[in-house]
């Protein structure tokens, strides 16, 4: 079974950065999609950025375009999101997910604060 595992998050002031690894273990994919979501309370989980695995290709969602940044160091299994210039409305618990056609594996989730 795929494991996921979030870290980096915390407490940051606005306009401040965080930056926020996933290492996923047990693998059986060859290709896959690596995503960052984000969930704030009382609000549905939406999705933040994604990497594909063979093309590196990255999307963002509008809301934290130019401000956050994903990466990954594929043959690692392992994917970054740099977040700048952060806001208050960033605050949530962050996800990472694994997905391989219809299957998707998620981490635990990791708190990211905004506040002053």
């Known amino acids: 079974q795929v494991q996921l595992v979030e870290s980096g998050g915390g407490l940051v002031q606005p306009g401040g950065s965080l930056r926020l690894s996933c290492v996923a273990t047990?693998?059986?994919?060859?290709?896959?999609?690596m995503s960052w979501y984000r969930q704030a309370p009382g609000k549905e989980r939406t999705r933040v950025a994604t990497i594909a695995s063979t093309s590196r290709t990255t999307t963002y969602a509008d809301s934290v375009k130019d401000r956050f940044t994903i990466s990954g160091d594929i043959p690692k299994n392992t994917i970054y999101l740099q977040m700048n210039n952060l806001k208050p409305e960033d605050t949530a618990v962050y996800y990472c997910s694994m997905g391989y056609g219809a299957t998707v594996h998620w981490g635990q989730g990791i708190q990211v604060t905004v506040s002053s």
């Open positions: 047990r693998v059986p994919y060859s290709s896959y999609a």
